[in-house]
């Protein structure tokens, strides 16, 4: 593997930890309802439904990075879980949230829900904390 491969998979984590919370900050679904009298338009975030194991993912990522920052070498293996458990919780919640945990999005007479850009920001962000970590893994097993 080529030396520059070594160093993605950290920046990949990196991203991806950065990300997880802006995601979960974001709006995450806009629902619109257009009445005959007024319109109204709401924006939806990460706080209801499956949408809290995002946010949990996003704190865990937040956990790990700290601890990266603060003790680089010390209890990898710990912090690798952390960080393995909050990609998997904002994939996890992104996905559930779509078809279980927000409104669905469509549309019907008078009323649309559309994704906003949260939702896909910590879906991609679990997916590029994963592909970091097991980019990491290839890695070190090749090297070892």
Do not use: K, N, Q
Not at 33 to 48: E, K, Q, R
Not at 62 to 87: D, F, K, M, N, Y
Not at 102 to 125: E, H, Q
């Amino acid at each position: 593997m080529r030396p520059g491969a070594a160093r993605l998979g950290p920046i990949l984590v990196g991203i991806g930890t950065v990300a997880a919370p802006a995601g979960c900050l974001l709006p995450w679904e806009t629902v619109t309802v257009d009445p005959a009298s007024t319109s109204g338009i709401t924006h939806l975030d990460a706080f209801h439904g499956a949408g809290a194991l995002a946010c949990a993912g996003a704190g865990f990522a937040l956990v790990a990075l700290a601890h990266r920052l603060w003790r680089p070498t010390a209890h990898a293996e710990l912090r690798e879980a952390a960080e393995a458990l909050a990609g998997t919780l904002l994939v996890l919640g992104a996905a559930l949230f779509t078809v279980s945990g927000g409104y669905r999005p469509g549309s019907g007479p008078g009323w649309s829900v559309a994704i906003a850009a949260g939702l896909p920001v910590a879906g991609l962000a679990g997916v590029t904390l994963l592909t970091g970590l097991a980019l990491g893994a290839v890695t070190r097993r090749r090297a070892g």
